[in-house]
């Protein structure tokens, strides 16, 4: 990850802009010697929700069909 310093950051913004996207690298704008801002590639969210634990999640037996034991809440 690059550090930058805001004065550098403000001269170079457009270009840092373009490397960005170019290498999906971020960016840390530092001032006084503090990290106060990351510039990062654009990652746009899954249009589909149904979708978006796809690959993440495994389903194992049968998660719709009811459960044969009683519940200790029930009770």
């Known amino acids: 990850m690059q550090t930058i310093k805001a004065s550098e950051f403000k001269a170079k913004c457009l270009a840092l802009m373009d490397q ?26 899954p249009k589909n929700v149904r979708g978006a634990w796809k690959g993440h ?7 719709v069909s009811p459960l044969d034991e009683d519940w200790d809440a029930l009770k």
């Open 57 to 63: 999640v495994t389903i194992k037996g049968d998660i």
């Open 20 to 45: 960005v996207q170019r290498t999906g690298v971020p960016v840390v704008v530092t001032k006084n010697g503090k990290p106060v801002a990351e510039l990062g590639p654009h990652r746009p969210a």
